[in-house]
């Protein structure tokens, strides 16, 4: 075969596409990330890039704009009944994709399927009750008293109770089920901006504009298709051949040469998520810890808190960001996240660089020659993580700390947590589940009982009695004076005694075509409602 | 002749029955698979009920039969990352494989056999000895590495051809085709193309070799002799001869292509099994891994046998040996 002829036969074949292609092409939206789109069941995973696409379907009751900040979605309105129970207003006039008439129903049947589903329990898992007081009236019951749960219910998409039935879709799929896959894996029938038009499992989702969408949206895309590509430098020469408008996890190394390019320019905003170090907070005999010599030491260094402001204080954290992360992550000092409720920019210092303190802190808690710890180190799904737990071992060096880093694939170190926790010093991303800080107090920073679900993520066990207090307060406190109050105090005392080391957040970051305006949603959602071309 | 084929089928299931078993083994070593499906958000009691749903804590010999009485009857269970049958998940990126690793297949020997050829017949010429060189270059690249140069210069420099994916698909039943579109063939070209260089390679090496063995033998002195054009003597009779090993080493190379396509679907995002395996590593998608490793298995084993048979039909020494053997045997 002559390669020659071939090549420059398609050399023709392609520029006579690209024309015709140029032509169709004015408002899609071509957009890409490593992951592939698992299902299009809106209840059957929390996983996060299938839950990004989902979401421009399938409409929540109460929806969040490009900032998180909450916006009515399905519901008109909403207010707090006292104790238990929430009202929501209901949108007239609201079709879903196949033609069916939204109502209450819907919203009904919808929370109940979702609280069927493991994954999403922190946010329906406390409904008692959905209760249909007319067709566009619901009352909701929780089993507490519950601040959040409008906030909550915008992780609830809601579902067309009839369509559902009638094609056998109205149980959220699961793995032991027998038989062949569930109606609602590969169709979708939202109320959403956008329909699903065709999708092809793991190579391509195009989604077309809803013609008859209740709301309104700023965005003029007509057609987005999402296409996953898994290997960083396709995705990079992709975005740079035109075959891509816009990649959503731009790899940190291809930033300048995206950066570069004709046409092309790279947007960032930090995530909703702190990089940090978690150390034993309350075992007596902290686990993988050594004296100089290599002795198992029989006791917890880790959960002084002098040695923990050691280590704090040890960790040059601009030099991570700096290097590490070559600028593309912003340093980090408190427990709550820039762009969730309860944030307080003057509460996020981090601890200042100072290894002659730290020194002094570590003698003074016994410990002046220092001692072995093993790091355990997911080794992928956070930026540079494994480079990060490197570039910690030599920081504690000089305090005298030697450090083992331990570097595990991601399901080897969830496993250690899951069925444990079986660590008393690792690195891992932090984040409220709900974008709002108190459910970092509930989920990362409260004792650990994991029955009730409290501290459920708190996989150092940390424990502080007057922090316990305050989370358990401002779970049922409505009053926005007495929550700041809780909030500023939780986050002082979480700084105070070292409940972790927040070391940074990593930001996100898209490379996209410079003719099209879009803005990061905190979440790492491309929101396609706000996206416009020109 | 035919308790060869016996013994050889009773050999190759055997061969399955093991990689089988390994396959199973994945399922306890893999890390917690409940771990995994339900992430870090699960009670002790939630992450009961799903070890109970997917009978994980049946005794180990029960769920291994069960497995394997599935499997034969081709059913892989449910896969864990998109709640859709595996089988089924399977069946959607077989042909894309099997697309690439045969296309693969074709430019390997469109290219290595001219330059295994030309390189035998002029073997003191320094354009010869160039390729020869080059060729060892060509082994040794990794796939992963051919495949980014060739996108950086086909796709991003040039704008010619695709970076990622199959293009546009034709249905023909299950089987979707890229076969019959333009841009479907423009997307098959550089995957199939960093996949072929290195085999392209091992056939050139091996045709020059057997070429350069053949053409010492008397039928070609004779056949000089005679009177023959060069390009008969060459093409007729000397490349003939020396197809044999090259038929083999094809069946065996197709087998690896299949399998080892994995890198290749990385670059390009080719939506096969190589991908789909890795796809599913990330997600400690067991059921998925499990069944691609017994598939490959039974695609090497086929394989092999179709081999082995070949090659008793083509050499007949073989033949006979085996016959006198089993004669022996037998009385």
Redesign the interface.
């Known amino acids: 075969?002559n390669?020659k002829q071939?090549?420059a036969g398609?050399?023709v074949?392609?520029v006579l596409?690209l024309a015709v292609a140029g032509a169709a092409q004015a408002q899609t939206l071509r957009y890409a990330a490593a992951?592939?789109v698992?299902?299009m069941?809106p209840h059957?995973t929390?996983?996060f890039v299938s839950q990004m696409v989902i979401s421009q379907i399938y409409d929540p009751l109460v929806a969040v704009n490009a900032d998180l900040e909450l916006v009515s979605g399905l519901a008109e309105s909403w207010e707090h009944l006292g104790g238990l129970k929430w009202r929501f207003t209901l949108r007239q006039g609201v079709k879903f994709h196949g033609g069916q008439d939204f109502s209450a129903e819907d919203v009904a049947f919808s929370i109940e399927r979702a609280k069927t589903s493991?994954?999403f329990?922190?946010f329906v898992g406390k409904i008692s009750s959905v209760d249909i007081i007319d067709s566009h009236t619901v009352e909701i019951t929780t089993d507490d008293p519950d601040p959040l749960l409008p906030r909550k219910m915008s992780n609830a998409f809601i579902m067309s109770k009839s369509w559902a039935e009638e094609n056998g879709a109205d149980e959220v799929?699961?793995?032991?089920?027998e038989g062949?896959?569930?109606f609602s894996?590969r169709n979708a029938n939202g109320t959403g901006l956008y329909m699903l038009q065709e999708r092809?499992?793991?190579?391509?989702t195009v989604l077309a504009r809803n013609p008859n969408y209740w709301g309104e949206a700023t965005g003029n895309v007509q057609e987005a298709i999402y296409?996953?590509?898994?290997?960083g430098?396709?995705?990079v020469?992709?975005l740079?051949?035109?075959?891509i408008d816009l990649v959503a996890d731009l790899p940190l190394q291809d930033i300048p040469r995206v950066d570069g390019a004709d046409g092309l320019m790279v947007q960032q905003r930090p995530q909703l998520i702190n990089i940090q170090l978690e150390l034993d907070g309350s075992r007596d005999v902290a686990l993988d810890v050594w004296d100089k010599d290599g002795n198992v030491l029989t006791v917890n260094p880790l959960k002084d808190v002098r040695v923990r402001k050691a280590f704090a204080q040890a960790i040059n954290v601009d030099l991570i960001v700096d290097r590490v992360m070559r600028g593309n992550a912003a340093v980090a000092g408190s427990a709550a996240v820039p762009g969730t409720g309860g944030y307080y920019a003057d509460l996020d210092d981090h601890w200042a660089y100072d290894v002659e303190a730290a020194k002094g802190l570590l003698a003074e808690a016994g410990y002046p020659d220092g001692f072995q710890v093993q790091l355990n180190c997911p080794l992928e799904r956070y930026v540079n993580a494994e480079d990060i737990c490197k570039a910690v071992a030599p920081m504690l060096a000089q305090i005298g700390v030697d450090v083992r880093v331990k570097g595990m694939?991601?399901?080897?170190f969830?496993?250690l947590?899951?069925?444990g926790p079986d660590s008393s010093f690792h690195l891992i991303g932090a984040g409220p589940?709900g974008q709002d800080t108190q459910d970092t107090f509930v989920d990362t920073m409260m004792t650990r009982v994991?029955?009730i679900?409290q501290g459920?993520?708190n996989w150092a066990l940390w424990s502080n009695d007057e922090f316990d207090e305050i989370a358990t307060e401002i779970q049922q406190t409505f009053d926005e004076a007495r929550r700041e109050e809780l909030y500023r105090r939780g986050l002082t005392l979480g700084r105070e005694n070292v409940h972790a080391i927040y070391l940074h957040r990593q930001v996100i970051t898209w490379g996209l075509r410079d003719n099209i305006t879009a803005t990061i949603r905190p979440d790492a959602t491309v929101p396609l409602e706000t996206v416009v071309i020109q | 002749m035919t308790a060869f084929i016996t013994r050889r089928t009773l050999q190759a299931s055997g061969v399955l029955v093991v990689v089988s078993f390994i396959g199973f083994l994945l399922f306890t070593f893999t890390g917690d698979p409940v771990a995994s499906i339900l992430g870090l958000d699960a009670t002790p009691a939630d992450r009961d009920a799903l070890r109970g749903r997917l009978g994980l804590d049946d005794p180990f010999i029960l769920r291994y039969l069960t497995y394997a009485l599935n499997a034969a009857q081709g059913e892989f269970g449910i896969s864990y990352a998109t709640a859709r049958p595996v089988e089924e998940v399977i069946v959607e990126r077989l042909p894309a494989t099997i697309e690439l690793a045969a296309v693969a297949v074709l430019f390997s020997l469109a290219i290595g056999i001219p330059l295994g050829v030309y390189t035998a017949l002029n073997r003191d010429r320094w354009l010869a000895r160039f390729v020869m060189t080059v060729s060892i270059v060509g082994v040794s690249l990794p796939t992963f590495v051919v495949g980014i140069l060739l996108i950086f210069l086909f796709a991003v420099g040039l704008g010619w051809l695709p970076s990622f994916g199959r293009g546009e698909v034709v249905k023909l039943g299950w089987w979707s085709t890229g076969l019959l579109t333009v841009s479907g063939l423009k997307a098959l070209i550089m995957p199939a193309l960093s996949l072929a260089i290195a085999q392209s390679a091992l056939v050139a090496r091996l045709v020059r070799a057997e070429m350069i063995e053949v053409l010492r033998a008397d039928f070609i002195k004779f056949a000089r002799a005679r009177g023959l054009r060069n390009r008969a003597v060459h093409f007729h009779h000397a490349l003939r001869n020396t197809m044999i090993p090259i038929v083999t080493v094809t069946g065996i190379q197709l087998g690896f292509l299949f399998a080892f396509s994995i890198v290749a679907e990385a670059v390009f995002q080719w939506p096969g099994m190589g991908l789909l395996f890795l796809q599913s590593l990330g997600k400690t998608d067991v059921p998925v891994m499990s069944a691609f490793l017994i598939l490959v298995a039974f695609f090497f084993v086929i394989i092999n046998l179709a081999v082995d048979l070949l090659y008793m039909v083509i050499d007949p020494r073989l033949r006979i040996r085996h016959e006198i053997a089993e004669g022996v045997a037998g009385s």
Not at chain 1, 173 to 177: E, F, M, N, T, V
Not at chain 1, 200 to 204: N, T
Not at chain 1, 227 to 231: A, D, H, L, W
């Open positions: 075969m390669i071939l090549i398609t050399a074949g392609c596409g992951a592939p698992l299902t069941d059957a929390n996983d493991r994954f329990t922190a799929p699961d793995l032991g089920a062949s896959e569930v894996v092809e499992p793991s190579v391509r296409t996953p590509i898994g290997s430098p396709t995705r020469a992709a740079l051949s035109g075959e694939v991601w399901p080897e969830a496993k947590l899951v069925n589940n994991p029955d679900k459920f993520f």
